[in-house]
Each structure stands twice: as C-alpha cells, then as structure tokens.
C-alpha cells in the first residue's frame, strides 16, 4: 500500500511507478506510489525543501500569524 493514502492498485487510485529524475541522465525507481502523490513529487520538483516549507505553511497558515 502506498504510504500516505493505503492506495493499493486496486480502487480508483492506480499506482505509478516513481523515479527519481535528479540523477544526471539515469532515472532510478525509488517505489510505487498513486497517481495523485506521484504528481504532487513532480509539483515539488523532488525538492525536500519545497516539501518542508509547503508542510510549515500548514502548520502557520500566514493569516493566522
């Protein structure tokens, strides 16, 4: 099952394989994740900092400061 949601294949979410696409001209299976979360790693750039800082506007939302 996928990590974050327990997509397994076999419902609505498929599964995709994920690479990681930083390695110079080889892309490297990292694992199987759904569609949707395979998407959200490309729209973060594969950037953990981009992740981090997406996780802290969660936990201080701007117009809550």
Do not use: T
């Amino acid at each position: 099952a996928m990590p974050w949601c327990n997509a397994n294949g076999k419902g609505k979410r498929k599964l995709a394989v994920d690479h990681n696409h930083a390695l110079e001209g080889r892309a490297s299976v990292r694992g199987l994740l759904c569609s949707v979360h395979n998407r959200l790693l490309g729209d973060l750039k594969d950037n953990p900092e981009n992740a981090d800082a997406i996780g802290n506007y969660l936990r201080f939302p701007p117009a809550q400061q």
